[in-house]
């Protein structure tokens, strides 16, 4: 392979789209979602700047997900960047009431699904002894907001499993980052409110919301860092916006 091979998941829109767009002239890309026509569409866009492998899957169907993986070619299995993106919130409700399928669903897709990705390439990197794993946490996962509890919960989650990650295979020479923005507008309040796009759009209302495409930029300056240079842990936010609460809105 002439260059970098690149896996992100959850490609099909909002930050993986962004990010898959503008590596896509340094690395070789294997982009991942469920929704298989985004995928086939992404890669016809991004076929004449780059080679382009699709895979098809569910995170949380770890028997899917090895088998995707156990299908690509010995080159394509030689990944040098995982960046591990698939993940929604769903509902925003207080404790007490929150939807237990909410709950599943977050905990199985943000928390075990990128468990089970890292499963299927850390060991290929561990054995070349060089990769890069990017895990896109959130500001939900160094803070706690009202109703936010169990998605802030899973993102807690990825921040722990981040902090392990780059211990355990420090020795290995493998680099692990954890990016954490704060409000970007994509597809991800549109799944939160299960289609209330009305709901959705007021949450990026009154102020200049990260775009997906400043998230991009963020993670091709990490990945392009000096060697010798590691961006462990980055937190990333609006200008108007101080920490998980407080957001300055001209309404
Ligand atoms: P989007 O809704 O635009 O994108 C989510 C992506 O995750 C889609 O490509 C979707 O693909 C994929 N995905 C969701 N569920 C699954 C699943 N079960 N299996 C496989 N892929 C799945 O949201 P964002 O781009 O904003 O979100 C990307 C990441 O960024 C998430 O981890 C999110 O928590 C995090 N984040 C987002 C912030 C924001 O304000 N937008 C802020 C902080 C962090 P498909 O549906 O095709 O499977
Ligand atoms: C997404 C940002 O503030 O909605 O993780 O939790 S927030």
């Known amino acids: 392979?002439?260059?970098?091979?690149?896996?992100?998941?959850?490609?099909?829109?909002?930050?993986?789209?962004?990010?898959?767009?503008?590596?896509?002239?340094?690395?070789?890309l294997i982009i991942c979602g469920r929704r298989a026509?985004?995928?086939?569409?992404?890669?016809?866009?991004?076929?004449?700047?780059?080679?382009v492998e699709t895979l098809e899957f569910d995170v949380r169907d770890k028997a899917a997900v090895d088998k995707s993986i156990?299908?690509?070619?010995?080159?394509?299995?030689?990944?040098?960047l995982l960046v591990n993106n698939a993940g929604n919130a769903h509902g925003l409700d207080p404790i007490q009431s929150g939807s237990v399928e909410d709950w599943d669903a977050m905990i199985d897709i943000n928390v075990k699904g990128l468990l089970y990705v890292s499963k299927a390439i850390i060991p290929g990197m561990v054995e070349r002894e060089s990769g890069h794993i990017v895990n896109i946490?959130?500001?939900?996962?160094?803070?706690?907001?009202?109703?936010?509890?169990?998605?802030?919960?899973?993102k807690h989650a990825v921040d722990a499993i981040n902090n392990g990650m780059r211990m355990d295979l420090n020795s290995y020479g493998i680099?692990?980052?954890?990016?954490?923005?704060?409000?970007v507008e994509t597809e991800f309040s549109q799944v939160r409110f299960k289609g209330d796009n009305q709901r959705a759009d007021t949450v990026y209302k009154g102020y200049d919301a990260l775009q997906a495409e400043d998230i991009a930029d963020l993670i091709r300056y990490i990945v392009e860092a000096p060697k010798h240079v590691l961006l462990s842990d980055v937190i990333i936010l609006p200008t108007a916006q101080a920490n998980a609460t407080i957001i300055k809105k001209d309404l």
């Open 1 to 28: 392979m002439d260059k970098p091979i690149a896996f992100i998941t959850g490609a099909t829109s909002g930050i993986g789209e962004a990010t898959s767009k503008i590596l896509a002239p340094n690395f070789n």
């Open 37 to 51: 026509d985004r995928l086939e569409k992404l890669k016809s866009e991004l076929k004449a700047s780059t080679n």
């Open 70 to 80: 156990e299908s690509l070619s010995s080159d394509w299995k030689k990944i040098d």
């Open 137 to 154: 946490g959130s500001i939900a996962g160094k803070e706690v907001y009202p109703n936010g509890n169990v998605y802030c919960a899973s």
């Open 175 to 183: 680099k692990v980052t954890s990016v954490n923005p704060g409000l």
